[in-house]
């Protein structure tokens, strides 16, 4: 009898992580990598907020705290959900976990039989199909297309539809392609949704408030509330607040699921870090306007990569509506062999010879459930950017 649960056959760990580690130890041996790899904002958490967990600390505020988050911290974050995306939730209707990948994690536990479907568009965050399968479901991919700015249609969705499906995961603007989903094209998806009443519906809105070009977020229950009774609305401070460490992510919802989550958190980690969540009081109620200063930086950023993606011979690259991702294709590249004689069949064959002979970290499209493409993560310096555009051109123009 195997010592290790089967339920690990059908996981795979984060290819993310493993191509940071993967460049970090290429780093650390001396090579001069340029890592367009980790999901994270490069900005620091801002003072006031780090003052905030400072003085928790200093108060004491250092032991368990309620399972399911700080009544301030619930208070903020109904507050948040009002004030932004005009949903009203109680204090009982929320639930904060250590990090927005705990509660979908959490959520996914509880809600999952075997035999349940979750819809997941692609491509998709990389974790959405293991947790999944961890939860004992069965993901069904939805491909977007290029075409399409790699959203699904209506018709796609209506089409993945079976008595069977439990969950559509919705995730805009989108880990890792960018795109964001505008009120309208939102809204041909929950007209679909509204009418098949078995299918919930777990919004990942991570990246809210990293949109660009005057692009309005929009969330499902706001653009649907038919659908605010079968709606888990997530959400953290992770991406945002540059908070990735804190690890403080919420999810609001009807109470009952909430309660099943609760429960499964009550026997994994207890509460969230309670210094954190005094950090994220101050990060949701204090002041909002450096949000805007710092999605402009990364607006500019995105700008350069784009324009620096397509210079390259065979690489074609959207501009998308958010989060701190681009997508490029690289069909263009496949069927050729590199200036270092790496034959390139696939994007993974593109990206590690990219990472071997130009030092330049980026993760295959395989790895997100649709290729051929990389995603960057451009939450880098310019200066850094430009020279990572430099060196994939020339890897491009060393094709042949
Ligand atoms: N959802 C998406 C789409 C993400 O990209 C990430 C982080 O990469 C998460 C959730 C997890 O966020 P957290 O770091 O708060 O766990």
Same mark, same amino acid.
């Given at each position: 009898m195997p010592f290790l649960s089967r339920t690990l056959d059908r996981v795979k760990p984060s290819p993310t992580v493993a191509v940071t580690q993967l460049a970090g130890e290429l780093k650390a041996a001396g090579q001069d990598v340029i890592g367009l790899g980790a999901g994270e904002p490069d900005f620091d958490t801002p003072d006031n907020i780090k003052a905030a967990a400072i003085a928790a600390i200093e108060a004491g505020k250092t032991k368990y705290t309620a399972l399911d988050g700080i009544p301030e911290l619930k208070?903020?974050?109904?507050?948040?959900?009002?004030r932004e995306n005009g949903l009203d939730y109680? $204090?009982?209707?929320?639930?904060?976990?250590?990090?927005?990948?705990?509660?979908?994690?959490?959520?996914?536990? #509880?809600?999952?039989?075997? !035999?349940? =479907?979750?819809?997941?568009?692609? $491509?998709y965050w990389v974790s959405y199909p293991d947790?999944?399968?961890?939860?004992? !479901? +069965? $993901? &069904?991919? &939805? $491909?977007?297309?290029? /075409?399409?700015g790699y959203k699904i249609t209506p018709e796609a969705l209506e089409a993945a539809i079976t008595p069977a499906t439990k969950w559509f995961i919705f995730n805009s603007p989108s880990n890792p392609t960018g795109a964001g989903y505008s009120r309208d094209e939102l809204r041909a998806l929950t007209d679909v949704l509204m009418r098949h009443e078995h299918v919930w519906v777990m919004t990942d809105d991570m990246y809210e408030h990293l949109v660009y070009d005057g692009f309005t977020f929009a969330t499902p229950a706001e653009v649907a509330p038919g659908l605010y009774d079968r709606t888990l609305t997530v959400n953290g401070v992770s991406k945002a607040y540059a908070m990735t460490g804190w690890r403080i992510g919420y999810a609001a919802g009807p109470a009952e699921v909430i309660g099943a989550m609760r429960k499964v958190q009550s026997q994994s980690t207890t509460n969230p870090c309670s210094i954190s969540q005094w950090a994220a009081v /101050?990060?949701? +109620?204090?002041p909002q306007d450096f949000l805007a200063t710092r999605a402009e930086a990364f607006r500019a950023r995105r700008d350069l990569v784009v324009a620096g993606l397509n210079a390259c011979p065979g690489i074609d690259c959207a501009t998308p509506e958010g989060a701190f991702y681009v997508y490029p294709s690289i069909a263009g590249c496949i069927g050729r062999v590199s200036a270092g004689g790496a034959r390139i069949e696939t994007d993974e064959d593109f990206c590690t010879a990219l990472l071997k =002979? =130009? !030092? &330049?970290?980026? &993760?295959?499209? #395989?790895?997100?459930?649709?290729?051929?493409?990389?995603r960057v993560s451009y939450a880098v310096s310019d200066a850094v950017l430009e020279e990572a555009c430099a060196r994939i051109r020339r890897f491009c123009e060393g094709l042949h």
């Amino acid at each position: 009898m195997p010592f290790l649960s089967r339920t690990l056959d059908r996981v795979k760990p984060s290819p993310t992580v493993a191509v940071t580690q993967l460049a970090g130890e290429l780093k650390a041996a001396g090579q001069d990598v340029i890592g367009l790899g980790a999901g994270e904002p490069d900005f620091d958490t801002p003072d006031n907020i780090k003052a905030a967990a400072i003085a928790a600390i200093e108060a004491g505020k250092t032991k368990y705290t309620a399972l399911d988050g700080i009544p301030e911290l619930k208070a903020a974050i109904c507050d948040k959900f009002r004030r932004e995306n005009g949903l009203d939730y109680a $204090p009982s209707q929320v639930i904060v976990s250590t990090g927005g990948k705990q509660v979908l994690f959490n959520a996914l536990l #509880a809600t999952l039989n075997p !035999g349940d =479907e979750v819809i997941i568009p692609a $491509p998709y965050w990389v974790s959405y199909p293991d947790m999944v399968q961890i939860g004992g !479901g +069965t $993901p &069904v991919i &939805v $491909p977007g297309t290029a /075409e399409t700015g790699y959203k699904i249609t209506p018709e796609a969705l209506e089409a993945a539809i079976t008595p069977a499906t439990k969950w559509f995961i919705f995730n805009s603007p989108s880990n890792p392609t960018g795109a964001g989903y505008s009120r309208d094209e939102l809204r041909a998806l929950t007209d679909v949704l509204m009418r098949h009443e078995h299918v919930w519906v777990m919004t990942d809105d991570m990246y809210e408030h990293l949109v660009y070009d005057g692009f309005t977020f929009a969330t499902p229950a706001e653009v649907a509330p038919g659908l605010y009774d079968r709606t888990l609305t997530v959400n953290g401070v992770s991406k945002a607040y540059a908070m990735t460490g804190w690890r403080i992510g919420y999810a609001a919802g009807p109470a009952e699921v909430i309660g099943a989550m609760r429960k499964v958190q009550s026997q994994s980690t207890t509460n969230p870090c309670s210094i954190s969540q005094w950090a994220a009081v /101050e990060a949701l +109620t204090g002041p909002q306007d450096f949000l805007a200063t710092r999605a402009e930086a990364f607006r500019a950023r995105r700008d350069l990569v784009v324009a620096g993606l397509n210079a390259c011979p065979g690489i074609d690259c959207a501009t998308p509506e958010g989060a701190f991702y681009v997508y490029p294709s690289i069909a263009g590249c496949i069927g050729r062999v590199s200036a270092g004689g790496a034959r390139i069949e696939t994007d993974e064959d593109f990206c590690t010879a990219l990472l071997k =002979e =130009e !030092g &330049v970290a980026v &993760v295959f499209g #395989a790895a997100f459930g649709l290729s051929p493409n990389f995603r960057v993560s451009y939450a880098v310096s310019d200066a850094v950017l430009e020279e990572a555009c430099a060196r994939i051109r020339r890897f491009c123009e060393g094709l042949h």
